[in-house]
Structure formats: C-alpha cells, structure tokens
C-alpha cells in the first residue's frame, strides 16, 4: 500500500498531557504506511502508549481518537474511532461515534489525538486548528445534564457550524464504567466507558474546530467517484431503511421472527412491540431527522415528547429525544415497557446523565428478574418494587445508580457480570466478555459474535444478519459460523480504518474502496484490504490476550440456552466448540 500524499495532515497526531498541561504534534507517517487511518492506526498507538495491565482509570491510560483517509473527501464517512482501555471489561475499548468530530478533527488539521494523564482539577480541552487550550471547567463540573453541558460550550467556543463538542454527563464524573461521551447531543460514544475514562482525567469536554482543506491526487477522478457514491446512497434502496424510519425498523420484524429480547430474555416476543417500534414512533412521536456531517441520509430519528405543565393549561413541555433500536430493545421491550411515552422518559433520563442505553436496560432487567426471584429486596432497592413496565420505578432505580446511596446500588452500577456476582442470579445475567448483550436473539451466531466479538458487540461480525441469511438447508457448524464472523468483522476493520458508518457498507463495496483511495493518491487492490482487515483484527486480539483475555474464561449465560430463537434451541456444547475453533483462528501467528 502506498500513499503519495506525502504531506497529507492525515499524518499529524496531536499528543495532549493534561498532567503537565502541554501539547506537541508528531507527523507520524510511519503509523499511515501499513494502513489506512481510523482503526489500523488506533490499535498501533494504543500498544504504544498504553501500559500492559494498567488501570483504566489511571493516568496511563490513554485516550486515542483517529480519522480516516475518507472522513471529509466522501459521504456516509463521518465517524471517529475512540480507542482506550475498557473501565467495564477490563480489556479493549473501542467506540464509534458520529456528527461532526471526524470532520472537525480533520479540519483542524490531525489524523489522531492522543490525550494522556489526567489534571488535578477539571478541564476541559479546547483544539482550534493548531492552538490547544486548557480551560477551566470548574463551573461546568457538576452539571449532570449533557445538553446543558453542550449548550454552555456552544455559547464560549468558536467555530459554530464546524466544531465538535464532546463531553460527559453525570455518569462519566461519577465513573459508571458504561458512561458514554455525547457528542452534538444525539450521537454518542455509547458502548466500553470512555465517558467514565473522561471522568477519571477529570476531563468534562473536548472541544475541536479547523479550516484546512483536504488534498486528492486527481481531482477530476475524485469528483466523478464522489458522485458514484452519492448517488449510490440518494437514489439506490442501500440507504432507504435508515432515512425512513431507522434502525427502529427492525422492532417488528425481529419480533415476528421470534428474536427480539423481552423482559430479560424470558421471552424473544413484546406483545406490545407495536407500541414501541419504528413506525408507532414515526406516526407519534417524530419531530425531526438529522444526519452526521457529510452525510445525506439523516438516520437520526429525534422524538418530540410533549408534556403538560400541571398548573397551566394548553401548555406544554417539548422534550427531543434520539432513539435507534438498540434503546427500544434495552429500554422497552428488555424491561417490559410497551408504553411509548414512558419509554422515551426512562431513554431521556439515560441520555441525560450520559449512560450506554443497551448496559443500562440489561443491568436493570437483571434487577428486576433478581427482585422478583427474591435475590434482592427491598432494603437493597430502597423500597423500590422493581416490576416489568413500571418505568416511573425505573427512572428511580436509575437516579438510584447514578447517586450509589448504598451497596446494592455501587454494585449495580458496575454492570450485570459484576452484581450478579455479589448477588448471585448469574444464569440469567446477559453480559459477553464482561459487556451487556445487544438486542438480538437470533441464533447461535449473534451468540457466538458476542462471545469471540474483538468487542463483545453485535457491530463486531454482524452475527444477527448471518443467522438471518443463512441457508435454511444448511446446518450450522461451529467452525463454519466463526469462520463468516471473522470474515465479516476483518472487513469492517477496513470500513473503520476509512472510517465510513457500517450502516453503509452496502455502499462501499470491496471492488469501490480501491477506486476511491486511488483517486487519494492511495495505490492498493482489494485482496489487500482483506488482508488489511485481518491484520488488524488479529492485532486486537494481540492486545486483549495481552490484557488478560481468555477464549476459555468466558462465560455463556444459562439464559441463552433456556430461551429459544429463531434457529430453535442452542446448545452449550455447540457454543464451546466454537470458542475453541475460535481461539484457533484468531490466535494463529500472534
């Protein structure tokens, strides 16, 4: 692979020591040559700066944001890849996010930013183009709500229409280990806990806006592949799902299917799916839909929530909320809530103080089955009756974990594999590698993708599509399921080295990506790529092992094997057969 840009700022890394309150930037080619951007180069600077074993709310621990070759020159290219030691699993954390950061960072001209150490007293970070500020955030420490948060730092910061705001609610300072960092209030680092790594450097906001402009090698090429991708996410039905009604589209089909996770997995249909799916939120709800930057399909489905005053007649509170299906799996049918205003209540609360909405519902439906079990009572509930769809009690419970007023509520906050340890209830505690399972029941390779995921997420290998496709007369075999997933996740590897938005990969295509980085002065062919992928892939793995990581300590909830999908039942035998083949694969010349 070689690139003939050599002066491309692709190359800039900007390395921020918020102990020391210094900066300095390295043009760092070197990390460029054997990949792309984006992730490839995330994984090389986190072996670098990372310390083996060290704690993830240490000072060591760093916090690597990279863009890609992509973001700016193409549409549906606007995500950021986050890298750092995960407060939640203890081993890698890896989130994508989008709006406007990877443009941002782009345009003030770096390809990554390394934060390391941590200050003595908040701050937090403001980079416009090559000028980096400290600035104090003592006033806006505290402040639980994210939205608020961002709407002071819109009002202080330049850059308006170009910058990134990022920053932590409550659940990053109180150092919930599945604290997200909001970024332009409806996208998030949602999954692992950069929010609460954020908290521990005491880092409440990163604030980023630039004017450079991006070189391409042949212009005229450029612009006529431009247009090939345009059109391909405008006018084809690649795109169409997510600009209708979003990722909200798959509640009903995933119900009929028999796949979607009720009430803590005790049931995989929502007799009041209808109520909480896409098309009730659009026909009710929807205010409003908005797009990352660069991008022309506008995923982002915003409800209008209005409320009446109590004291005032024929007025009314308007609150925006985001919701995808992740939230509508965890935060409705998880906890048993088929009423749509008491879920985007309970999903506000979460955004709100800045907590991952798929951790916090399987954390509170692991409560809830506890309760009901007489695991837990009310002296750890506080008096709270924790029962499915009584999302006023759930709001509760969660301000509950956010405040930790005494054990139960400290060890919930931890996460489902760490409570149910305290606690017991295990069987039925849905975490993969520590993470709580996404919203997809599907058959055995949506489980086996979160078990071997280099996240544990359904994002990793895209398990719950491939139990969709699968042939119907064709048997599952452990070695041929892990086989489809590493291939599947190995490419997506290349999406999030570019780094483009998995939900279009339908757009760029294996045979597309080498034409698109040709006109960027980027030689590589396809067979290259796919190698790329797996290089990549089996570096995260070279780097949990390092960290601790076991194929064979993984745990398999009981439940998975209690609840049928759509496949029929799964058998553990089947599952630990394919670790074993995985551990094979994916540790092969480490």
């Known amino acids: 692979m070689q690139n003939d840009l050599q002066l491309d700022p692709l190359y800039n890394v900007l390395y921020v020591d918020l102990t020391k309150k210094r900066f300095w930037v390295r043009k760092r080619k070197d990390l460029f040559e054997d ?51 995960s ?6 954390g890896e989130s994508h996010a989008g709006g406007r950061s990877s443009i941002a960072i782009r345009m003030a001209g770096y390809g990554a930013i390394v934060i390391k150490g941590a200050s003595d007293a908040p701050v937090y970070l403001a980079v416009h183009g090559d000028k980096v500020f400290f600035r104090d955030a003592g006033a806006i420490w505290g402040i639980e709500s994210c939205y608020t948060v961002g709407r002071i730092l819109r009002e202080v910061e330049p850059g308006s229409g170009m910058r990134t705001i990022m920053r932590i609610g409550l659940g990053g300072e109180k150092l919930i280990p599945f604290a997200t960092v909001v970024t332009e209030t409806y996208r998030h680092f949602g999954r692992l806990g950069l929010g609460a790594v954020f908290g521990s450097k005491k880092l409440k906001a990163l604030v980023i806006s630039g004017r450079r402009s991006l070189p391409v090698a042949d212009r005229l090429a450029y612009r006529k592949l431009y247009d090939v991708v345009w059109k391909e996410a405008v006018v084809s039905s690649a795109m169409k799902k997510y600009h209708d009604l979003g990722t909200a589209e798959n509640v009903m089909p995933l119900n009929e299917l028999g796949g979607l996770p009720t009430r803590n997995l005790l049931e995989t249909r929502f007799e009041k799916a209808r109520e909480i799916s896409g098309e009730r939120l659009a026909e009710g709800f929807l205010g409003r839909r908005l797009a990352c930057a660069h991008c022309p399909t506008g995923c982002i489905h915003i409800a209008a929530l209005r409320e009446p005053y109590e004291d005032k007649p024929f007025f009314y509170k308007t609150t925006m909320i985001s919701y ?20 985007l209540k309970l999903l506000d609360r979460v955004e709100t103080w800045g907590l991952d909405a798929m951790s916090t519902g399987v954390v509170l439906a692991w409560a809830t ?67 709580e399972m996404p919203g997809y029941h599907t058959g055995p390779c949506a489980v086996i993708g979160y078990l071997i995921g280099s996240r544990h997420s359904h994002l990793d290998g895209a398990g719950y599509s491939l139990d969709q496709k699968w042939p119907k007369d064709k048997a599952f075999t452990p070695k041929e ?42 030689k590589t062919t396809t067979s290259q790529l796919i190698e790329l992928g797996k290089k990549v892939l089996k570096s995260k793995y070279k780097f949990k092992l390092r960290e601790g990581f076991s194929f064979e300590a993984l745990r398999i909830p009981k439940r998975v094997l209690e609840t049928p999908t759509p496949h029929g039942w799964l058998e553990e035998a089947f599952l630990r057969e394919a670790l074993r083949y995985a551990k094979k694969l994916y540790e092969e010349d480490l």
């Open 35 to 85: 990949g792309l951007g984006g992730v490839s180069v995330g994984v090389k600077l986190l072996e670098e700066e990372c310390p083996p074993q060290v704690d993830p709310f240490s000072p060591e621990n760093p916090i690597i944001f990279v863009v890609g070759p992509f973001n700016g020159l193409f549409p549906l290219a606007s995500k950021t890849v986050a890298l750092f030691k």
């Open 87 to 92: 407060p939640h699993t203890g081993n890698l």
């Open 324 to 343: 995808d299906y992740e939230p509508i799996y965890a935060l409705g049918a998880m906890l048993g809530i088929g009423n749509p205003e008491g879920f």
């Open 369 to 435: 089955e506890a309760f009901q079990k007489g695991i837990i009572g009310e002296q750890e509930t506080m008096g709270l009756k924790l029962s499915w769809g009584d999302y006023l009690t759930y709001i509760k419970a969660l301000e509950n974990l956010l405040r930790q007023p005494n054990d139960f509520y400290r060890h919930l906050a931890q996460g489902v594999e760490v409570v149910s340890s305290v606690y017991g209830g295990q069987d039925y505690a849905l975490a993969f590698g520590k993470n």
């Open 481 to 522: 399921v892990v086989e489809e997933l590493f291939k599947e996740e190995a490419w997506r590897q290349v999406l999030s080295s570019l780094v483009v938005c998995f939900f279009a990969r339908g757009v760029y295509k294996p045979e597309l990506v080498p034409e698109l980085l040709g006109v960027l002065g980027i």
